[in-house]
């Protein structure tokens, strides 16, 4: 069975580059207000709930005018607060800012079990590689008796 292309979810092959950005590359307040308003229209939550949620999470108020105001094409002169990520983030219930933020840096975002698995990874290619040296050690040290 084949699974639908998730354009946030990349390849497990594909290894991250990173990027020399272009002029202008990094201007990401159009890209931002799109993504963040998809995630609150995508969310099972209303938007007063969302605020509600970020506000117990970050211990400030935030208001539905706020997250409006936040992802508004007309409203150019409101930036949403980096401080904020995390609180919307787990409010509504992803990863995919932060994803979307560390492909543009050529990076990759590993949660839970896939970053257990790339330590996991990591460790048995530093125990294969010391193996090998050892085997290596033990060869030259039995040439020299």
């Known amino acids: 069975m084949r699974r ?3 354009a946030l979810t990349p390849d ?3 290894v991250p580059v990173a990027r020399d950005p ?3 590359a990094l201007a990401v307040g159009h890209p931002l207000r799109h993504l963040l308003s998809d995630l609150l229209k995508a969310s099972t939550l209303s938007r007063f709930d969302i605020a509600a949620r970020m506000s117990e999470l970050t211990g400030q108020e935030i208001t ?3 997250l ?3 992802t508004a094409e007309s409203r150019d002169g409101w930036r949403f607060p980096l ?3 995390p609180a919307f983030e787990a409010a509504v219930q992803t ?3 932060t994803v979307w933020l560390a492909d543009l840096r050529g990076c990759r975002l590993l949660v839970g079990k896939d970053a257990l698995e790339a330590e996991l990874g990591k460790l048995e290619r530093a ?3 010391a193996g090998k040296r050892i085997r290596q050690l033990k060869q030259v040290m039995g040439e020299m008796e």
């Open 4 to 6: 639908a292309h998730d």
């Open 12 to 14: 497990l092959f594909e």
């Open 22 to 24: 272009k002029p202008g």
């Open 64 to 66: 539905k005018h706020q």
């Open 68 to 70: 409006d105001s936040w």
């Open 83 to 85: 401080e904020y990520l």
């Open 95 to 97: 990863h995919d800012v």
């Open 127 to 129: 125990r294969d590689e």
